[in-house]
């Protein structure tokens, strides 16, 4: 490093921020009371019989300039969305992009408690429900995605992220305390990463907050199997309490690499349990935002003020922070292992009488159904570049070293990392868990090599955004 530039990095400091053109828009999509929300396999009912917290979607539309198409970002509170399902949302959005697919990401706060929406279990009870509610929330999806695009186009916002800690997610890979497989739950012996990722989104002309966007990596699956009513889970107590504290611009969640983290004490149907969840992460988000700098502001290094010690004198000033908007896509390679047909897998589900093995069965199918049908969506990774911050988004359920070596590979960056987005097929899982009995081995249809792939992939794909957007 040369002195002048090892002396400018010690005179001055830049938050990692982006200039854009913004827009953000809300809607509700719970679903009606007693429609078809069976998600556990350990569940005796298959209705919902209320609602805790309604269910949102909310749209983020980003522009580098005005007269640039958008990147558009959709959040649900669903568990995820593939299939059928995810064909009928995406059409009529991808027509807005210029049919561009490497410009829509619709992700899932992958909420446990929201049921499952897939046109397959229509012939269940409650099931009829799921055709009418798919619909309207496409049409709601569309109508709010419409509105933030229009905004975008003259809305000139500041987009700045920074950092913190929240320890809500455990390890959840638990050794059997009777037999050698490993479970799903607390396990206190691992660590788990509990990297909190915050972005504020501010209007350059009066400074208002407009969004929030929160990036962490924790199953919701604080309620489960006893629950009966439709929910966020913790997602929606956290927004609740960041939403309060923002004058109610709202708080998008984006569900990290979290395949092995979960919160420590979870599968319970008390709903305080979840709000309390919420309240813990809310409260990290609302430390972390208490912390930033005001909208495109730096700090610079000004004098040296000789008192009872020598004294660096930090005062902020304007700063004009990277108006890149750019975004791709790559198809990987990913190792899979031999599966099962539909059609053997439809015979078995027609044989079984046992309900939590019967849901197992239905969701191999579902898995099935989408590698057939979509490809290589499956092995599809999204990538944007938003000025200093780096948004990598897939399909599946990633442990988080994907998040981690993510970061690792682009510390001058905000890297933000997405499950279960644009689609939903397995789990993947470090190459040592392959011969384990676990869960996350044995629900993949991926062998143990494809989440090294995925890191691979996902670092050549970081390093084309970074060279294509400082060419353009």
């Known amino acids: 490093m040369s002195a002048a530039s090892h002396d400018r990095s010690l005179r001055e400091w830049r938050p990692r921020a982006s200039s854009v053109y913004a827009g953000v828009t809300r809607c509700e999509i719970t679903p009606p009371v007693g429609m078809y929300a069976r998600m556990w396999g350990a569940a005796t009912h298959d209705r919902c019989s209320g609602v805790h917290q309604p269910l949102t979607a909310t749209t983020l539309a980003f522009r580098g300039g005005k007269n640039e198409l958008p990147l558009l970002l959709i959040v649900l509170d669903w568990v995820f969305v593939s299939g059928r399902e995810l064909a009928r949302l995406r059409e009529p959005l991808l027509a807005m992009l210029g049919d561009d697919s490497a410009r829509l990401i ?100 009066d400074k208002k907050l407009l969004a929030t966007i929160v990036n962490y990596a924790c199953h919701p699956t604080t309620l489960a199997w006893e629950n009966k009513l439709i929910s966020p889970d913790y997602v929606g107590a956290m927004r609740s309490v960041v939403e309060a504290e923002t004058g109610g611009a709202p708080c998008a969640f984006l569900q990290g690499a979290s395949g092995e983290l979960a919160p420590r004490l979870q599968y319970v149907a008390d709903v305080n349990v979840a709000e309390g969840h919420g309240r813990q992460l809310g409260y990290a988000v609302l430390s972390v935002l208490s912390g930033m700098l005001l909208p495109g502001h730096k700090l610079v290094m000004q004098e040296v003020v000789e008192s009872g010690a020598p004294l660096a004198v930090w005062r902020t000033q304007e700063d004009e922070p990277s108006a890149t908007c750019h975004a791709s896509t790559r198809v ?65 359920e990633a442990y988080s070293d994907l998040q981690q070596r993510l970061r690792e590979a682009f510390p001058d960056h905000s890297v933000l990392v997405l499950n279960v987005a644009n689609g939903w097929c397995g789990y993947l899982y470090p190459d040592h868990m392959s011969d384990m009995d676990c869960y996350a081995a044995h629900q993949s249809p991926f062998t143990g090599k494809a989440l090294d792939v995925l890191i691979q992939q996902c670092v050549v794909l970081g390093e084309i955004l970074l060279r294509d957007s400082a060419r353009a």
């Open 106 to 205: 619709i992700s899932c706060t992958h909420t446990h408690a929201a049921g499952m929406i897939n046109l397959e279990r229509s012939d269940l009870p409650g099931g009829e429900m799921i055709e009418p509610y798919l619909q309207q929330t496409i049409d709601r999806v569309k109508q709010i995605s419409t509105l933030a695009i229009a905004q975008s186009q003259h809305q000139a916002c500041t987009l700045t992220w920074d950092t913190g800690h929240c320890n809500l997610a455990a390890n959840r890979d638990l050794p059997d305390p009777d037999g050698e497989r490993l479970v799903c739950g607390f396990n206190p012996e691992k660590p788990a990463d509990d990297t909190l990722l915050v972005g504020r989104l501010t209007g350059n002309a």
């Open 332 to 396: 990987l390679d990913l190792p899979m292992k031999s599966i099962p047909t539909a059609k053997a897998l439809r015979a078995q589900l027609d044989s079984c009488a046992d309900r939590a093995q019967s849901e197992r069965i239905r969701r191999r199918i579902n898995q099935v159904e989408q590698i057939d049908r979509e490809g290589d969506a499956i092995h599809t990774v999204w990538g944007w570049r938003l000025g200093d911050a780096l948004l990598m988004a897939q399909p599946n």
